[in-house]
């Protein structure tokens, strides 16, 4: 079962920044183990300028990004799901559709750098904030014994991860 590959959805309201940076994030630290995916319940319909400026810097493939409906995954031909986590506040409280293969769900909120206020370098920083605070808790999702815990006790450690203060998540 250690060899197992999971598939992980990150929902946001927009999915134009957390959702995307939490996918990227994903599908590169847990390459192989984990499959990363993010959808919006209510997508702007295209990534956020500085979530792609962003993910480049930090050399990562932006080709495949894009801001897209979670009804996609959904769908009866969508992913079977192992996990689903909601990255913002206003989607934690939305009615989800219901996903295929009964996945494991967590709110891990992180505040919205595209809501941000001030200069450019302001706004700028807030994306890589947001980004440290994805980056800390998909560590700790990562590290965790998947194949030799029990499913309450790994529900319980999903929703401890979002509930740590995002400076001790890591």
């Known amino acids: 079962m250690n060899d197992k590959s999971y598939n992980v ?3 946001c309201t927009g999915n134009s920044a957390r959702s995307i940076l939490a996918e990227s994030i994903l599908n590169r630290v847990g390459q192989g183990r984990f499959m990363a995916y993010s ?6 319909g ?9 993910l ?10 894009r801001s897209k409906d979670w009804s996609e995954f959904a769908a009866a031909d969508a992913p079977k799901l192992d996990f689903v986590f909601t990255v913002c506040d206003n989607t934690a409280n939305e009615a989800c559709p219901v996903w295929p293969g009964q996945p494991m769900t967590a709110h891990w909120g992180v505040p919205d750098p595209a809501a941000a ?5 302001e706004k700028r920083l807030a994306f890589s904030e947001a980004y440290r605070m994805l980056e800390a808790r ?13 499913r309450l006790t790994l529900q319980k450690r999903l929703d401890q991860i979002g509930a740590a203060p995002v400076s001790e998540a890591g």
């Open 138 to 150: 998909i560590s700790v999702f990562t590290s965790l014994p998947m194949s030799s815990i029990d």
């Open 117 to 121: 206020a001030g200069t450019e370098a």
């Open 9 to 11: 959805l990150f929902l």
């Open 39 to 44: 959808a919006g319940s209510q997508p702007k």
């Open 46 to 54: 295209e990534v956020h300028p500085y979530t792609l400026d962003l």
């Open 56 to 65: 480049r810097r930090l050399n990562y493939d932006t080709s495949l990004a």
